[in-house]
Nanobody, 112 residues
Framework: QVQLVESGGGLVQPGGSLRLSCTSS????????LGWYRQAPGKERELVALIDNGGGTKYADAVKGRFTISINNAKNTVYLQMNSLKPEDTAVYYC??????WGQGTQVTVSS
């Protein structure tokens, strides 16, 4: 079983930045797609960003130009750099692997 552990969430003011990390219990070399998703209260989980083993990325329109997804294969870790954060970015952020495995989530709250 693949274990995914997120970290880096917290409380930040609008306009601030956070970097989320997701570390896998096994090598991510063979995982085709890794991604970040988020879920706000009362809403369904939505895709934020995807990255494949070739380095290709895809972003939700709401975060384009502000968020960046990246991978460090040696550390079995995927990152989400979040800049220019807005209150509407507030959600629990989840790391997902191959659309099948999920971490427990990390809370991101953007508020004054």
């Amino acid at each position: 079983q693949v274990q995914l552990v997120e970290s880096g969430g917290g409380l930040v003011q609008p306009g601030g930045s956070l970097r989320l990390s997701c570390t896998s219990s096994r090598s991510i070399f063979s995982i085709i797609t890794l991604g970040w998703y988020r879920q706000a209260p009362g809403k369904e989980r939505e895709l934020v960003a995807l990255i494949d083993n070739g380095g290709g990325t895809k972003y939700a329109d709401a975060v384009k130009g502000r968020f960046t997804i990246s991978i460090n294969n040696a550390k079995n870790t995927v990152y989400l750099q979040m800049n220019s954060l807005k209150p509407e970015d507030t959600a629990v952020y989840y790391c997902g692997a191959a659309g099948q495995y999920w971490g427990q989530g990390t809370q991101v709250t953007v508020s004054s």
